[in-house]
């Protein structure tokens, strides 16, 4: 499956943004979905993951009661609603698909391109 993430930007603090993925090539429903982010100079992280069905999401807790994931399989398409934000979350932004449920993005096998998301204080 092929991803394509946009929505980034440059946001106040206390701000709000939505990211989506949209995917083509394959049966989006049959992928775990998950948002990874990484800042200059820091490893990867996991920030969210949903499962096929959409009923089951789970998050770091750095963005828990922030940060809201959810998926349309109708439109091929996985959303990350970020509210609250705050400068530490600056990072470019990753979807990825995978067969399983995990946190690990080694175990997911296709990534969108990323998307740049900056909030200033």
């Known amino acids: 499956v092929q991803l394509q993430a946009s929505g980034g930007g440059l946001v106040q603090a206390g701000g709000s943004l939505r990211l989506s993925c949209a995917a083509s090539?394959?049966?989006?429903?049959?992928?775990?979905m998950g948002w990874f982010r990484q800042a200059p100079g820091k490893e990867r992280e996991f920030v969210s993951v949903?499962?096929?069905?959409?009923?089951?999401?789970y998050y770091a807790d750095s963005v828990k009661g922030r940060f809201t994931i959810s998926r349309d399989n109708a439109k091929n398409t996985v959303y990350l609603q970020m509210n609250n934000l705050k400068p530490e979350d600056t990072a470019v932004y990753y979807c990825?698909?995978?067969?399983?449920?995990?946190?690990?993005?080694?175990?997911?096998?296709?990534w969108g391109q990323g998307t740049q998301v900056t909030v200033s204080s």
């Open positions: 990825a698909s995978s067969s399983e449920l995990t946190r690990s993005h080694s175990r997911y096998a296709s």
């Open positions: 090539g394959g049966t989006f429903s049959n992928y775990v």
């Open positions: 949903i499962t096929r069905s959409g009923v089951n999401v």
